[in-house]
């Protein structure tokens, strides 16, 4: 049972550029949420989507924006790449059962590096 | 705030117990966890407590919780040069109501020396 992975793990962009990464959630996870976690920090939060929509959102400017897709995967977009938007980014799965403790399972990360 | 405070370093001798600790923000929150991330790899769950828990034991690892001074903190016992790796607490936030929207302290390093 593959776990939740993101592609690519690394990536150079320069500045201006736009950039897509994607995730595809643990089997039997319906929910998304991705973070950006800079150098020495912990994760913050971006947004969560569920059901194709997105549910939440966190403090990130409207450059970043999502998708889901029907089959629960989902992609983070970000428009007009800063040299501060250089961080990792993770993506995270979970099966909506409508309590507040379900299990957040994290891929990897994608690594972007932004010149 | 909406800080989660943590220490940023811990070095302790492999076969000793780790103390890490954790002040969170939110006097509300129902479940506190912690992660664990390796280097090159994503977070790791290890643990979670509910909030009307005191304490969780889970094999090697105890968490204590002391809500009234929101304070957290995670011990593991016999600590083993594999447990070496950032630590981070992490709350649900208050402003999202789910568990897809937690506020992560910044880490805490822990180096286990042989």
């Known amino acids: 049972d593959a776990g939740v992975t993101q592609s690519p793990t690394h990536l150079i962009k320069t500045r201006g550029q736009q950039v897509t990464l994607r995730c595809s959630p643990k089997?039997?996870?319906?929910?998304v949420s991705w973070y950006q976690q800079a150098l020495g920090q912990g994760p913050q939060f971006i947004f969560q989507y569920y059901e194709e929509e997105e549910r939440q959102r966190g403090n990130f400017p409207d450059r970043f924006s999502g998708h889901q897709f029907p089959n629960y995967s989902s992609e983070l977009n970000v428009n007009a790449l800063l040299l501060g938007d250089s961080a990792l980014y993770l993506c995270a799965s979970s099966q909506d059962r409508g309590t507040t403790n379900e299990k957040l399972f994290f891929g990897s990360g994608t690594q972007l590096s932004v010149l | 705030g909406e800080d989660v405070e943590q220490s940023l370093f811990l070095s302790v001798r492999e076969g000793d117990s780790s103390v890490i600790n954790c002040t969170y923000t939110d006097s509300s929150s129902t479940y506190l966890y912690w992660y664990k991330q390796e280097p090159g790899a994503g977070l790791q769950l290890l643990t979670y407590?509910?909030?009307?828990?005191d304490m969780k034991q889970d094999q090697r690892l105890t968490v204590l919780l002391n809500k009234k001074d929101k304070h957290l903190s995670l011990r593991i016992a016999d600590t083993q040069t594999g447990d070496s790796a950032i630590y981070f607490c992490a709350e649900i936030s208050p402003y999202g109501g789910s568990q897809g929207n937690l506020i992560f302290g910044k880490g805490t390093k822990l180096s286990v020396k042989p």
């Open positions: 407590i509910f909030s009307n828990m």
């Open positions: 089997s039997g996870h319906d929910t």
